[in-house]
């Protein structure tokens, strides 16, 4: 019979007041919804972190007669520098540390040039003996870049070593701002969410001063009846986390499944398996918020 009369109350709540109901609801939905794209964006950060950083290769550029500096001197890497370079890489020091080389020679390098800058006025002004001779170095440890650096740097026919990941730093510190500029936008947004729906609570509460005041007349305790506006701020907030969840979601199987795998397959993305576990804590979340939110909001109302 109580548990019928709460309900009751709640129904009545959420009827007279549909219009805020349905504010909390949307703000809810869009706040949430930037909570998900923030912890979408960090699980596909992570994704591409490990796809990229272990496919990531140290680059020993060789000179070209066009280089002047200590190593080079405007001489371009001739075939004994090269063979050292390479019986370096094959070294038993070096050896466990190297999963595997190649080396780029001139020609092999322009082809790649001319497959990059097709149809750019580029190509008219390049030629073959420009492009370094890279030896491309696949480390069993991505992170033991180090190593390869100190051993060729300096060395006579090199030019310099670059660690790809290096670049990759740059590209995911500019991804990490991005997310971590959502998980701010989305606090503020929870921040509003939480002030509408304490507001939607003491709005009901007010419009419902009557029937408090007679149910203190007749003995109510303050959670009775505080229990049916707690409900009415969780069902709204309840709503807006499950429509959050599924846009989540939705995003993930139709844009990044359907037309990013599609038309940008050149890295590793979140699935939407992954992007399950995003809607139960938007739901969480939304819920534990609303209950603090509309608890704080009917308690001083009633202390009023």
């Known amino acids: 019979m109580r548990l019928r009369l709460v309900m009751g109350e709640v129904w009545n709540g959420l009827r007279r007041n549909l219009s805020v109901v349905i504010s909390v609801i949307l703000v809810t939905f869009v706040s949430l919804t930037f909570v998900g794209a923030a912890i979408l964006m960090q699980l596909q950060v992570q994704l591409m972190k490990t796809f990229w950083y272990d496919r990531a290769h140290v680059a020993i550029y060789l000179c070209t007669q066009f280089d002047q500096s200590a190593t080079c001197d405007g001489t371009a890497a001739g075939d004994e520098q090269i063979d050292a370079v390479e019986s370096a890489l ?3 020091v070096l050896a466990p540390y190297i999963e595997d080389f190649i080396f780029v020679n001139h020609e092999d390098a322009y082809k790649e040039f001319q497959q990059q800058f097709e149809g750019n006025p580029i190509l008219d002004i390049t030629r073959p003996e420009q492009l370094n001779q890279t030896f491309w170095v696949k480390l069993e440890d991505p992170s033991r870049s180090a190593i390869i650096q100190e051993n060729f740097s300096g060395v ?3 030019q310099s070593v670059s660690d790809q990941r290096s670049l990759l730093d740059r590209i995911f510190l500019f991804l990490g701002v991005a997310s971590y500029t959502a998980i701010a936008i989305a606090g503020l947004m929870l921040i509003a969410a939480v002030l509408l729906i304490s507001t939607t609570i003491r709005l009901s509460a007010f419009s419902r001063r009557r029937e408090i005041g007679i149910m203190r007349l007749v003995g109510a305790s303050n959670r009775f009846i505080q229990t049916p506006f707690i409900i009415e701020g969780i069902v709204a907030a ?6 959050a969840g599924v846009a989540s979601v939705a995003v993930v199987k139709f844009f990044v ?3 990013l795998v599609a038309n940008v397959p050149f890295t590793s993305y979140i699935t939407v398996e992954q992007s399950l576990i995003v809607p139960p804590i938007l739901i969480i979340v939304g819920v534990v918020l609303s209950a603090i939110a509309a608890k704080v909001a009917i308690s001083r109302y ?3």
Do not use: A
């Not at 309840?238 to 429509?243: A, E, M, R």
């Open 90 to 92: 094959n070294d038993p």
């Open 156 to 158: 006579p026919g090199v």
């Open 238 to 243: 309840l709503i807006g986390s499950v429509l």
């Open 257 to 259: 499944q359907d037309f």
């Open 302 to 304: 009633l202390r009023v």
